[in-house]
């Protein structure tokens, strides 16, 4: 029996002796071989290519079962994204060419994988808030440390961090609020979810004696597309009692990170 390369082009050059090339014809996207001879033979009961097949030469260099295809610099296969050593590849399997999802990178060193466009964003609010006695207020944050996915606005409903179109995922959610000293009451915090349902709630009491409290707060879960979440400070001190810090490590702040 012949040996048996695999090629992807249009019209292949007649093999070596005893070699049979299949190839994908680009005209018809059906199979086709070719033998040493210069006999054509075209399979068109063959799977049809999804996409559309680029005249390459020897693009299509290995796919067994279980593998990757790989394509040489002189050969391609078009389709929504090339593949990429670095990229994450999905798709592929009978009659489909996988591609490259460029939103996701694998790091090769330490073998992780990140985003680009992974919805996330860290806020935090450069000066103090003032809190009124038993009353949650919700934290205003007018600077962002980062924001991927246009999940926050310095500009309208401050407070929130909403889950963008199409983003539906598991996110974690964390906040910290830093309370001036006061000596009296209770100092709590809250994750809340679209202005009605508590997510989360962390809480500190006083001790009669005046100091900082500084709460960290943090919640896992679910959310879908317009939802948003805000952190709500608490503090019975008595009076108003200011959060936050101009200082940026004092200052209050809040996260979101979409983890899949």
Same mark, same amino acid.
Request: glycine share 12%; net charge negative; charged share 10%.
């Given at each position: 029996?012949?040996?048996?390369?695999?090629?992807?082009?249009?019209?292949?050059?007649?093999?070596?002796?005893?070699?049979?090339?299949? !190839?994908?014809?680009?005209?018809? #996207?059906?199979?086709?071989?070719?033998?040493?001879?210069?006999?054509?033979?075209?399979?068109?009961?063959?799977?049809? *290519?999804?996409?559309?097949?680029?005249?390459?030469?020897?693009?299509?260099?290995?796919?067994?079962?279980?593998?990757?295809?790989?394509?040489?610099? @002189?050969?391609?296969?078009?389709? @929504?994204?090339?593949?990429?050593?670095? #990229?994450?590849?999905?798709?592929?399997?009978?009659?489909?060419?996988?591609?490259?999802?460029?939103?996701?990178?694998?790091?090769?060193?330490?073998?992780?994988?990140?985003?680009?466009?992974?919805?996330?964003?860290?806020?935090?609010?450069?000066?103090?808030?003032?809190?009124?006695?038993?009353? !949650?207020?919700?934290?205003?944050?007018?600077?962002?440390?980062?924001?991927?996915?246009?999940?926050?606005?310095?500009?309208?409903?401050?407070?929130?961090?909403?889950?963008?179109?199409?983003?539906?995922?598991? !996110?974690?959610?964390?906040?910290? *609020?830093?309370?001036?000293?006061?000596?009296?009451?209770?100092?709590?915090?809250?994750?809340? #979810?679209? %202005?009605?349902?508590?997510?989360?709630?962390?809480?500190?009491?006083?001790?009669?004696?005046? @100091?900082?409290?500084?709460?960290?707060?943090?919640?896992?879960?679910?959310?879908?597309?317009?939802? !948003?979440?805000?952190?709500?400070?608490?503090?019975?001190? %008595?009076?108003?009692?200011?959060?936050?810090?101009?200082?940026?490590?004092? @200052?209050?702040?809040?996260?979101?990170?979409?983890?899949?």
């Amino acid at each position: 029996m012949a040996d048996i390369a695999l090629d992807v082009q249009s019209a292949p050059t007649t093999p070596a002796a005893g070699v049979a090339v299949v !190839y994908v014809d680009t005209t018809t #996207k059906k199979l086709a071989s070719k033998d040493d001879a210069g006999t054509v033979t075209a399979y068109s009961a063959g799977v049809t *290519l999804p996409v559309s097949v680029a005249d390459g030469g020897t693009g299509l260099t290995s796919g067994t079962s279980g593998g990757i295809p790989a394509y040489t610099a @002189s050969g391609t296969i078009a389709s @929504s994204a090339a593949l990429a050593a670095t #990229k994450l590849v999905v798709g592929g399997g009978a009659g489909v060419v996988p591609f490259t999802d460029t939103n996701w990178a694998i790091e090769q060193t330490g073998h992780s994988l990140s985003s680009t466009t992974q919805p996330r964003a860290v806020v935090y609010n450069s000066s103090t808030q003032s809190i009124n006695d038993s009353t !949650y207020t919700a934290i205003t944050f007018d600077s962002e440390d980062l924001d991927v996915g246009g999940l926050h606005s310095t500009v309208s409903n401050t407070s929130r961090l909403t889950v963008p179109t199409g983003c539906d995922g598991f !996110y974690l959610v964390m906040g910290s *609020l830093d309370f001036a000293s006061n000596s009296v009451g209770v100092r709590g915090g809250q994750i809340f #979810k679209n %202005g009605a349902t508590e997510l989360i709630y962390e809480q500190s009491v006083m001790a009669g004696t005046a @100091s900082i409290i500084i709460l960290h707060i943090m919640w896992l879960g679910n959310l879908v597309a317009t939802d !948003y979440v805000e952190l709500r400070a608490f503090q019975s001190s %008595g009076g108003a009692l200011n959060v936050g810090n101009a200082t940026r490590s004092l @200052s209050n702040s809040f996260s979101i990170t979409k983890l899949w």
